[in-house]
DNA sequence: AGCCAGTTGGT
DNA sequence: CCAACTGGC
């Protein structure tokens, strides 16, 4: 009986063991595997251009790699997977085990639709190294706290990667194409997963050694940037793994700390995951409040501020570099995304949510479970937060991550002008801030009082 | 994965 | 004057 393997944006065919496995299945049964992707209206309400244009991107390169093979129907889940299911005479759907609520939802009602026509819908697993909700505590609870998880999951173990199968028998079905990308001033990266691996392997190459040091400075630019290979399911993090235990084999100071330094980063990446699967409303409830709900800024002022912030205008050199860097390339340096997600909640007192919101809308890699996880890290709302009174200083940031402000000034042209690190505080400078760009909209040093004190009156 | 004020022990 | 350290937010 033919197979589907139900692409989702979190998973393509990759080194996933259990997809691979039955894809297998088929081709020793002499069978036929559909490789559908659905476009799902609904589900793309929160991606802007930038991310759109990507996934159609990923989406031809999965073409090409099927053979032009790729199945692409537009509607909703529940109705068009069955339907393909009746097609083909299926008996079989594999999909990602999803981690979204509206995910497990849409997943509830696509597997009873497909049991109504005789099918099964199989969640072959998830694009994790160990499925979200799968590690437990002692007293069976879910993890609280991220360094028990990370030393519980680096026990746990996982799979090796899957060999690749060398050919897969594609079925042919009618298809609606691959959706056409949205114009976008942003420059992309490579998308598929050749450009994922090639840029997986780059990184091993040149940059893994030193990424203990150099990963929090935005002006070396050393970080792997994988994540949006990652969200787009481009490469499995399993493969990851595998390549930095080989990495790490005999490896000694820096280079043995970068490994360590890198698969914790991953480690991360599935605590949030894992934080969603318990918590679902953690996508727009705060785990636990940090300030009392009179403490945020509404209204006009909260609306214009928040302009600011996006188009790149604040008056803090690095948070402006950051905001632009976004919209230039839908991406920013995670040591810039904290400093910019600390100003927004913590100077201009705005709720994470509508930063959170900000940034699903340009990030290439706009992945829910670790967009609003790491923004209520940020916000000292998460299970294992910052604590609420870690507030960064821009300055400070500036001088310590971009010392030679070479970032700044890569992002912000209008402070192309100033030299080395006085580019972090254009307001001293002999004449002031060089022409079109702003003083400092609010003061940091009052700002982080006017949190703190919020913060002391904190519900409990 | 922070900042700041205050202190200490040195120049 | 400073670097290094500390406690509190």
């Given at each position: 009986m033919p197979t589907i393997c139900w692409f989702r944006r979190d998973l393509?065919?990759?080194?996933?063991p259990a997809l691979l496995a039955a894809v297998a299945q088929a081709r020793a049964d002499d069978d036929e595997v559909v490789a559908l992707y659905v476009v799902d209206p609904v589900l793309q309400?929160?991606?802007?251009?930038p991310r759109l244009a990507y996934l159609a991107a990923s989406l031809r390169a999965l073409d090409e790699a099927t053979g032009g093979r790729l199945v692409v129907r537009h509607g909703r889940a529940d109705h068009v997977v069955p339907e393909a299911a009746r097609e083909v005479g299926a008996t079989s759907v594999h999909v990602s085990a999803a981690t979204e609520p509206y995910g497990r939802r849409r997943d509830d009602a696509v597997a009873a639709a497909l049991a109504a026509g005789g099918a099964a819908l199989v969640r072959t697993g998830s694009p994790y190294a160990v499925a979200p909700g799968r590690l437990r505590t002692g007293q069976d609870g879910p993890y609280q706290v991220f360094t028990p998880f990370r030393r519980a999951w680096l026990d746990h173990g996982w799979h090796a990667p899957a060999p690749r199968p060398g050919s897969v028998p594609w079925a042919t079905l009618p298809s609606d194409g691959v959706p056409d990308a949205p114009p976008t001033d942003v420059r992309l990266p490579d998308a598929g997963e050749h450009a994922a691996h090639a840029r997986w392997r780059a990184f091993l190459r040149d940059d893994l050694d030193g990424y203990d040091v150099d990963?929090?400075?935005?002006?070396?630019?050393?970080?792997?940037?994988?994540s949006v290979h990652l969200k787009h399911g481009e490469i499995h993090p399993r493969t990851m793994l595998a390549d930095l235990a080989a990495a790490g084999t005999g490896a000694t100071g820096r280079a043995a700390e970068s490994v360590a330094t890198y698969r914790s980063e991953l480690a991360w990446r599935e605590f949030h995951a894992d934080v969603l699967w318990h918590s679902p409303d953690a996508t727009r409830r705060s785990l636990r409040p940090a300030v009392p709900d009179d403490a945020w800024a509404t209204g006009a002022g909260a609306d214009d501020a928040l302009t600011a912030w996006t188009e790149g205008r604040t008056g803090y050199p690095l948070v402006d570099a950051g905001m632009r860097q976004l919209r230039a390339e839908g991406w920013m340096h995670n040591r810039v995304r904290m400093v910019v997600a600390s100003f927004l909640v913590k100077?201009?007192?705005?709720?994470w949510q509508r930063g959170a919101d900000h940034f699903m809308a340009w990030l290439v890699d706009g992945d829910v479970p670790q967009n609003q996880l790491n923004w209520q890290w940020v916000a000292g709302?998460?299970?294992?937060?910052?604590?609420?009174?870690?507030?960064?200083?821009p300055v400070t940031q500036g001088r310590r991550f971009d010392p030679d402000g070479a970032y700044v000034r890569r992002w912000v042209p209008e402070l192309r002008g100033v030299p080395g690190a006085a580019v972090h505080e254009p307001w001293r400078l002999p004449d002031g801030p060089p022409p079109g760009y702003p003083d400092p909209m609010v003061d940091h040093a009052h700002e982080r009082e006017v949190a703190l004190a919020d913060h002391a009156r904190r519900p409990t």
């Open positions: 393509r065919l990759g080194d996933h309400h929160s991606a802007g251009a990963r929090d400075r935005p002006d070396l630019d050393v970080t792997s940037r994988m100077d201009l007192h705005i709720p709302t998460g299970r294992d937060a910052a604590p609420y009174f870690r507030i960064f200083n």
